[in-house]
Nanobody, 119 residues
Framework: EVQLVESGGGLVQPGGSLRLSCAAS????????MSWVRQAPGKDLEWVSQ????????HYADSVKGRFTISRDNAKNTLYLQLNSLRTEDTAMYYC????????????RGQGTQVTVSS
């Protein structure tokens, strides 16, 4: 059974930083593309970033490009998302998902971790 457990969210001021983690189990983490997605209140699920199994290729939504960095540690079965220069519009529940930007709406994801950007 796929299990994904996100952590690292919190309340941060605009311009601040956070590092999200996602502990994966129940599947061979090292062979799958992984993504981060987010959902703000009243809005649709939004794909944020993806990383290929070898970490060689990463992709970002235009809204976060240059501010967020995705990474993974296959030895630890863990996915990360470094969030820098946070804006109020980044406020959302963040999820990791075993999927790509092509099918992120359908991939399994965890319970999420809340990121709130507010002064």
């Amino acid at each position: 059974e796929v299990q994904l457990v996100e952590s690292g969210g919190g309340l941060v001021q605009p311009g601040g930083s956070l590092r999200l983690s996602c502990a994966a189990s129940g599947f061979i983490f090292s062979i799958y593309v992984m993504s981060w997605v987010r959902q703000a209140p009243g809005k649709d699920l939004e794909w944020v970033s993806q990383i290929d199994p070898s970490s060689e290729n990463t992709h970002y939504a235009d809204s976060v490009k240059g501010r967020f960095t995705i990474s993974r540690d296959n030895a630890k079965n863990t996915l990360y998302l470094q969030l820098n220069s946070l804006r109020t519009e980044d406020t959302a529940m963040y999820y990791c998902t075993k999927s790509s930007r092509l099918n992120y709406q359908y991939g399994p994801r965890g319970q999420g971790t809340q990121v709130t950007v507010s002064s």
